[in-house]
């Protein structure tokens, strides 16, 4: 079964300072996608940055980057110069090619940036 | 401008009441999906639609249904069978494909009273 594992369920980081949320994913299936997004407290999901199971370099989107580890079977987000508006709930998630599109989310990890 | 729009933004039911949650894009995506997150949890899949009069059950569907007549609105109705239907409701569409990201409405905060 597929499954999405974020063992943080909270961070603090401070202003200016760089983060790596957690993500651990698992599926049989070769074809897949990593998404990482970010929820504010007014609940929106915000896409943030995607990694293809079959891409060759690490995914980067402005401040955010994703250190794909296939044989480990990880997927961290990294956030460089966290701003305080970086702080939010953030989803790691996967779809996998023959399962209709669907997301499978996980838990998720609370983001604090500090002062 | 282009997006996903859900409405309304809170919902209060009563027990016993069916309610329908709207949800309208315009993006021209095919797929569209609904997902419940309780609190402090991720997001799961209630039911997801591919093609317009096609639609199939996800991981939760119990309790809930859809339809999907138009290719820019995919409506959700909680009945009354849904035991704990208090959740927030996020809708969601994409173009059909792996790579591709699924963009979300704004929500639907549904509270049974």
């Known amino acids: 079964a597929q499954k999405i594992t974020q063992t943080q369920p909270g961070m603090f980081v401070q202003e200016k300072e760089a983060v790596t949320l957690d993500c651990t994913y698992d599926?049989?299936?070769?074809?897949?996608?990593l998404f990482w997004y970010k929820q504010p407290s007014s609940g929106e999901m915000i896409f943030l940055i995607y990694q293809g199971s079959y891409d060759q370099q690490n995914a980067t989107e402005g401040r955010y980057s994703l250190n794909f580890q296939k044989a480990r079977k990880s997927a961290n987000l990294v956030i460089s110069a966290s701003q305080l508006g970086d702080s939010a709930m953030y989803f790691c998630a996967m779809r996998v090619y023959n399962q209709g599109g669907k997301l499978i989310f996980g838990q998720g990890t609370e983001l604090s940036v500090k002062p | 401008d282009g997006g996903i729009t859900q409405s309304p933004k809170y919902l209060f039911r009563k027990e016993g009441q069916n309610v329908t949650l709207s949800c309208e894009q315009n993006?021209?995506?095919?797929?569209m999906y609904w997902y419940r997150q309780d609190p402090g949890q991720g997001l799961r899949l209630i039911y997801y639609?591919?093609?317009?009069?096609?639609?199939q059950k996800g991981d939760i569907a119990e309790g809930y249904s859809v339809s999907r007549e138009k290719k820019e609105s995919f409506p959700l109705t909680v009945t009354s069978a849904q035991k704990n239907p208090t959740a927030f409701y996020l809708c969601?569409?994409?173009?059909?494909?792996?790579?591709?990201?699924?963009?979300f409405g704004p929500g639907t905060r549904l509270t049974v009273l």
């Open positions: 639609s591919q093609i317009v009069n096609d639609f």
């Open positions: 969601a569409s994409s173009i059909v494909g792996t790579s591709n990201e699924q963009f």
């Open positions: 993006l021209n995506h095919d797929a």
């Open positions: 599926t049989s299936d070769p074809s897949y996608g």
